[in-house]
């Protein structure tokens, strides 16, 4: 049967004749040698050309990656004549920084190869000069070895992958050589200096020169392939040393070939343009590529993955064969069963693992046990599937258009038949098949027929479980089981269906979200035939939820929803909730979740093993939760680790019971933010104190100012220092002694904002003027002192001005020192009066009287000392008078009508007029005064 083998093309790069492509192991990148001296290296993912290296200005015949070094090393047909050295070279870039970090002189005529070794540190080079060269770039790329005994040119050179200690090269003298290093111990080797060395043993049958050879990768078998110009390809038996096969199809040279690595197909390529892909088992043509760039050259594959890199004459092409993902089941009590190439492999969890070992995320050490055993489906062509029943006592394989039912235990074959789908029932021995794009049959008891049936909107697909799903262009349909009668059909393009272990919850994927659903049994159950719309029963399913997430794989555990998504994360979903269990750092596939473990088991592409805890307990506890089943959600409390409390806690807060996440939480965090959402301050003040955070009490803070606590607001402030907040709180509240202790505190601590704002408040402008003077802001501290503290002018001044002389001498010169030029200050004396005046009439009164003060900016001060000194009255009274008569006049001033009126120069002119200049004193203003004025 011919394999159906999905084939994409993912990149198509013209370019000059490409003679060599390579694949990067972990990065999406294909490196291309050509012929115009240049090494492109392409993304093959987003088709961009993301480096370019210029080796010469002659071709580059070979090109690889050493991934591990971040190197690219190639050669190059330009021959080198310096005072190093004479010949052809090998020249070392490194791919991050694009930098030619060496240069190695190396054959004397043209470098057709280069092989790396997979885990040595070194590098063959095959050379028209008709020797093959072993370098160790651990020691300066000495030359450790040599290999003789072809006539001709050596054209490839492969490292055997189930032997890296031997090699086959291919020569133009017709002539397949099997070589050896020196030794597995390559320590051995650094002690040999350009040794000489012979072939194992010589493979004979192309009647002309032999272009390309390749090792296979799968299975037990000892082969070899290799392309001539006799236009034939040649399977080998490398330990019979015996052809085993020819390949007869190309018309023209064969130029490459490849054994796929993870698929069993032979690919070849030749100058007459096309690529040709053979079955590795049957030796029978599959297909046939042309892609029209001219003649092919050379064929990369990648171990573990299916993407192959093609060169031509006139570019290169990267194309995707099958799917990659694996092939594998695992039944609940752990026992594993996967496909790897065309071998079905068993793994029993439970024999080799011991839980209190196992670490989230780690790769788990497991070996394959009772040996494989060989199937006829191979994984990674089409869709194939591998699927345990619902007792595990049977494992299907459907692919390739035919289904084989093993049992578990022992692999041996149950039953078979011809499917292009095959799918498990409700019963552990009934399942379903699809046989064409009409038709589906059911079975019962593992081979007998029940019924076979076409659905109305045909049959591109079916899934298993509670009910039997087939999946139309733009509908999936559900039937019973047993009387196969229509359930419900709903409009959507499923891309999987999933059911629960119960029956009743189900989810239903799309490319772009998923489905949660529930199935009412009973109601399908009770309704008669009558009651049947044409699209099913409409109250057979009822819509849980919706979540837009691309979801890849994924198991049922009651009633949460355990999956991988596009993004590599796993989550689970219960109540509307998407809980992240891990992000993973790649693709990983479900194996399924193990109730006695408690953990759920995922592998990645290369079939490794790893898995992550999830208790059982707390699974059952969101459920019971989601079904409202408070009394049994306490009943399982009990159950659940403390290690876990904590993620409870939080999906009680989301379900919205606070009171109870409160209890349950064990994280003094969490605990504090739902303290705060039940306004238990206290307990949240004992929390604060516990973790410790400026932020916490902060939070607190605030919380407590709107709850009304303004004393333990205090509090918070004081414990995060907040000299600001703190400020505020005690002059809103009229308290002066703690503004008056405040500004103290602040002043110690340096903040020198606040302290100057409190002492000002305080009516200590001294201490504030000081502060002023502290920080340097002279010219501010100057202005300060001339409004509130006279008598402090000339101290501030002098200090201004010597520290302005230290800058500008001539803007020095400009300050006036009040008691220096008492012309520039008339009134200088009298302010000295008015502060003295102040300093012993003041005295600070409560925020209360506000409302009964005269505003500073109201106040004349000199009008209050002329009338304290012309009464001779006490002071203190004369302050007490003189605020009643300027709340007086406050009163008669607003009880007057304020006129609207604009005064003009009209006005202005007329008052100078008016005004009587006679009665002016003019006896103290003398000569000197007008003219310095």
Not at 280 to 295: D, I, R
Not at 793 to 803: D, F, G, I, S, Y
Request: aromatic share 10%.
């Amino acid at each position: 049967m011919q394999l159906k083998l999905d084939i994409r093309r993912t990149l198509t790069a013209r370019s000059r004749r490409v003679y060599c492509v390579d694949l990067h192991p972990t990065e999406p990148w294909m490196l291309v040698s050509l012929s115009n001296g240049k090494i492109h290296v392409w993304n093959h993912q987003n088709q961009q050309l993301i480096k370019t290296f210029e080796v010469c200005s002659s071709p580059v015949r070979a090109g690889k990656f050493i991934a591990r070094k971040n190197w690219i090393i190639s050669d190059s047909d330009e021959y080198n004549s310096t005072i190093f050295g004479t010949g052809y070279n090998i020249t070392v870039f490194n791919y991050n920084t694009l930098e030619r970090q060496h240069v190695v002189d190396a054959h004397m005529d043209y470098i057709r190869c280069l092989a790396v070794h997979p885990t040595l540190p070194i590098v063959l080079s095959g050379s028209d000069d008709m020797t093959i060269k072993m370098w160790n770039w651990d020691k300066n790329w000495a030359c450790q070895r040599v290999f003789e005994g072809h006539s001709h040119c050596v054209i490839q050179i492969v490292f055997n992958p189930k032997d890296n200690n031997t090699f086959a090269s291919a020569s133009l003298d017709k002539t397949i050589k099997i070589w050896q290093l020196a030794s597995s111990n390559f320590t051995f080797l650094t002690f040999l200096t350009n040794c000489v060395s012979i072939p194992n043993f010589t493979l004979e049958g192309h009647m002309r020169a032999i272009n390309c050879l390749d090792y296979t990768h799968a299975g037990e078998k000892p082969y070899l392939i290799s392309g001539a110009d006799d236009r034939l390809v040649k399977i080998w038996d490398y330990q019979n040393r015996s052809c085993v096969q020819s390949l007869d199809g190309h018309t023209k040279n064969i130029s490459a070939v490849a054994f796929h690595p993870e698929l069993p197909i032979i690919i070849t390529g030749s100058e007459d343009g096309t690529v040709k892909i053979w079955n590795a088992n049957t030796y029978s043509l599959e297909n046939t590529l042309n892609y029209g760039l001219g003649s092919a050259t050379t064929i990369c594959c990648l171990k573990g993955s299916n993407m192959v890199g093609i060169g031509f004459d006139d570019g290169c092409v990267m194309i995707r064969l099958g799917k990659e993902d694996p092939t594998f089941s695992m039944d609940e009590g752990g026992k594993i069963v996967w496909i790897k190439h065309s071998e079905m492999q068993m793994i029993n969890l439970k024999q080799q693992l011991a839980i209190e070992d196992i670490k989230d995320g780690e790769r788990l050490n497991l070996s394959v046990e009772g040996g494989t055993n060989s199937c006829l489906v191979f994984p990674n062509i089409g869709n194939t599937t591998l699927a345990h029943n619902s007792n595990g006592r049977y494992v299907a394989v459907c692919g390739e258009g035919e289904y084989i039912i093993y049992t578990a235990m022992a692999l041996r074959n149950k039953a078979y038949g011809s499917a292009l789908e095959f799918v498990w029932g409700i019963e552990p021995e009934d399942f379903a098949i699809r046989e064409s794009a009409t038709t589906v049959k059911v079975f019962q008891k593992l081979t007998k027929e029940k019924k076979s049936f076409k659905p109305e909107l045909g049959a591109d697909g079916i899934y298993g479980g509670t009910l039997l799903g087939v999946r139309s262009a733009n509908h999936l349909t559900f039937y019973a089981w047993d009387t196969l009668e229509l359930v419900r059909r709903i409009e959507i393009q499923p891309k999987g269906v999933f059911w629960g272990g119960n029956g009743e919850m189900v989810a239903i994927t799309t490319e772009e979200s998923f489905y949660v659903l529930k199935y009412n049994a009973s109601v399908v159950a009770e309704a008669s035939e009558e009651g049947r719309a044409e699209d099913g029963y409409e109250d057979a399913f009822e819509v849980v939820g919706e979540v837009a997430e691309n979801v890849k794989t994924a198991t049922w555990v009651g009633d949460c929803f355990i999956y991988s998504n596009s993004l590599n994360r796993l989550n689970y979903y219960v109540g509307g909730e998407i809980v992240t269990i891990s992000h993973l750092d790649r693709p990983h596939y479900i194996l399924g979740y193990i109730p006695r473990d408690n953990r759920i088991y995922l592998c990645d592409k290369e079939l490794n093993v790893l898995s992550y805890s999830l208790h059982l307990s707390v699974l059952d506890f969101e459920t019971s939760v989601m079904r409202k089943d408070i009394q049994n959600a306490q009943q399982l409390l009990p159950t659940i680790p403390q290690s876990y409390y904590t993620k409870i806690a939080h999906f009680l807060e989301k379900q919205g019971f606070v009171s109870q996440a409160l209890s349950v939480s064990t994280d003094p965090d969490h605990k504090f933010d739902l303290a705060l959402q039940l306004s238990k301050l206290d307990l949240a003040v004992e929390l604060a104190r516990e973790i410790g955070s400026d932020q916490k009490w902060q939070q607190l803070a605030d919380c407590s100012i709107l709850s009304g606590r303004l004393d333990l607001a205090e509090k918070c402030y004081e414990a995060t220092q907040d000299f600001g907040a703190l400020l505020v709180l005690s002059s809103s509240s009229g308290n002066l002694d703690k503004v008056s202790k405040l500004a103290e505190v602040a002043h110690r601590a340096r903040k020198f904002n606040v302290a100057f704002t409190a002492y000002l408040l305080t009516q200590q402008n001294l201490k504030a003027l000081n502060i002023l003077v502290e920080t340097n802001k002279l010219p501010d501290a100057a202005f300060f002192a001339r409004t509130y503290l006279p008598s402090e002018v000339p101290r501030v001044t002098q200090l201004w001005k010597a520290e302005q002389q230290k800058t500008n001498a001539k803007v020095a010169q400009g300050i006036a020192d009040p008691s220096e030029y008492t012309n520039l200050f008339p009134s200088f004396e009298e302010s000295l009066r008015g502060q003295k005046y102040l300093e012993e009439s003041e005295k600070i009164v409560p925020a209360s009287h506000y409302s009964t003060r005269t505003s500073n900016s109201q106040r004349n001060v000199f009008e209050e000392l002329s009338k304290a000194c012309t009464s001779g009255s006490n002071l203190e009274e004369t302050r007490e008078n003189n605020a009643n008569d300027d709340g007086e006049r406050d009163e008669q001033r607003q009880s007057e009508p304020q006129s609207t009126e604009l005064i003009t120069d009209e006005d202005i002119e007329l008052d100078l007029e008016n005004m009587n200049l006679e009665n002016i004193d003019y006896s103290n203003i003398s000569e000197e005064d007008l003219l310095g004025d």
